[in-house]
């Protein structure tokens, strides 16, 4: 009796993996021959044929998963399995999760998750790490659009989250709202455990908010994926823009409280860096900064950013900006954006 196994592994640092196995069958000669085959795939990040990111899944285990088979993945023995959650069933049950408003694309008035026919004014969900390695979660807002602040304060509608570790816990301001669209955040939860980590957005008056988030989790064994340890954002490339909080082009305002540091990876090829802003507008000036923006031996603040627009970072080891803002924006200030560019040594 003959017997053919065939196994195909596609390693991409995720922990979890699916297996495939076919039962043997009986050839035309009336000869049995044993086909065993296993394929075994990671369950990592895929590309969705709808432009979204999923993860690699069997069928079965992404209907388990309450996902959507969208495209193929593992060769075609997978399926790349998008997972949108609204707050009607708020539990995050997979990894590349996006978290939606109830009635998304629209506004949360165009629908509810009550029997009143009402939209609701706080919105849940609950993460759950997918394995027990899980280090960290990536937060990138595709589109974020609630209530704007108030002279800097989020007084009508927020955003907050609980349950992160401490180290994120000192630095992810809890002033959050306005637009916030193509921003990202990482949230560590190292010493989570098995408890929820709990995203809650509360609405002064709900209409025409809206949101998509997409959540991605990483294991301690993903170092190219994983921010520093304190470093709220993190941007990868050697060319990126960086923008405060509900900076909307210009058109926002500071939001009030915030101190966080901002890193950009390491490329030993790259010493300086070009910095080149746009819109720069906080308050202060040079010497008496009410809001802050520094990096290496620098300090900016006021209405002017560098020459023109422009400055060099001189390399004094690893990129890490700073952001301040007090807690008054009377002023209304709109904050700023930065264009950075890595500088070969």
């Known amino acids: 009796m003959r017997f053919l196994v065939m196994t195909f592994l596609l390693v991409a640092g995720a922990r979890s993996a699916s297996v495939i196995e076919e039962l043997p069958q009986e050839n035309r000669d009336q000869k049995f021959l044993s086909i065993f085959q296993i394929v075994k795939f990671e ?87 997918v394995t027990d390695d899980i280090v960290q979660l990536r937060f990138d807002f595709v589109k974020f659009e609630i209530s704007l602040p108030s002279s800097g304060d989020c007084t009508n509608d927020t955003i907050t989250i609980t349950g992160a570790d401490a180290v994120t816990e000192k630095i992810l301001p809890t002033n959050l709202c306005g637009v916030l669209t193509n921003q990202h955040f990482y949230v560590s939860v190292k010493d989570l455990g098995t408890a929820n980590l709990t995203v809650t957005i509360n609405l002064a008056s709900p209409g025409d908010q809206t949101w998509n988030v997409l959540v991605r989790q990483f294991a301690s064994s993903q170092t190219e994926y994983l921010a520093p340890r304190g470093c709220l954002q993190y941007f990868r490339e050697d060319t990126g823009t ?95 954006t930065l264009d950075y560019t890595l500088l070969p040594c």
Request: proline letters at 2%; a negative charge; charged letters at 10%.
């Open 242 to 336: 960086i923008h405060s909080f509900n900076h909307n082009s210009g058109n926002g305002e500071l939001l009030n409280s915030a101190l966080y540091s901002v890193c950009i990876a390491q490329n030993d090829a790259m010493c300086d860096a070009t910095l080149v802003s746009s819109s720069f507008d906080l308050t202060g000036s040079s010497g008496s900064c009410s809001d802050a923006l520094a990096y290496g031996c620098e300090v900016a603040c006021g209405a002017t950013f560098g020459t023109s627009g422009t400055n060099t970072w001189n390399y004094t080891g690893p990129y890490v900006l700073t952001v301040k803002s007090d807690s008054d924006n009377a002023a209304m200030v709109a904050g700023f």
């Open 43 to 129: 369950n990592d990040a895929c590309n969705a044929t709808d432009g979204n990111v999923g993860t690699c899944f069997t069928a079965a285990e992404c209907t388990s998963n309450a996902g959507v088979a969208t495209g193929n993945c593992a060769s075609g023995f997978g399926v790349c399995c998008v997972a949108v959650v609204d707050s009607c069933s708020p539990y995050v049950q997979q990894n590349n999760s996006y978290l939606v408003n109830p009635g998304y694309p629209n506004g949360v008035s165009s629908s509810s998750c009550d029997s009143t026919g009402r939209a609701a004014q706080t919105y849940e969900y609950k993460i759950k790490k």
